[in-house]
Nanobody
Framework: QVQLVESGGGLVQAGGSLRLSCAAS????????MGWLRQAPGKEREFVAA????????YYADSVKGRFTISRDNAKNTAYLQMNSLKPEDTAVYYC?????????????WGQGTQVTVSS
């Protein structure tokens, strides 16, 4: 089992930045792909970004490409999401996920989520 705990969310003005962290415990994440998904009120959970086990490959939703950067530190058993140039439409609960294959809403391991609110 992998336990995931997100942190770093908060309230920020449009154009600002936040860095989310996803700390894992229970097992090392070095063999897992890691990712971030988000869910805004009244909307489906959507993919934001993912990174493969080694950190050599990253994937982004078109809506965040060029603004968000996903990274990982396997030695610290932690994944990150650096969010720059934030927009009000980025407001959502952000969830960290771990999967041995493709990170998606079907992934088996999830954190409890961290709220990100971007004011205009």
């Amino acid at each position: 089992q992998v336990q995931l705990v997100e942190s770093g969310g908060g309230l920020v003005q449009a154009g600002g930045s936040l860095r989310l962290s996803c700390a894992a415990s229970g097992r090392t994440i070095s063999s897992f792909h890691m990712g971030w998904l988000r869910q805004a009120p009244g909307k489906e959970r959507e993919f934001v970004a993912a990174i493969n086990w080694s950190g050599g490959m990253t994937y982004y939703a078109d809506s965040v490409k060029g603004r968000f950067t996903i990274s990982r530190d396997n030695a610290k058993n932690t994944a990150y999401l650096q969010m720059n140039s934030l927009k009000p439409e980025d407001t959502a609960v952000y969830y960290c996920a771990a999967d041995r294959t493709v990170v998606s809403y079907k992934s088996p391991y999830w954190g409890q989520g961290t709220q990100v609110t971007v004011s205009s």
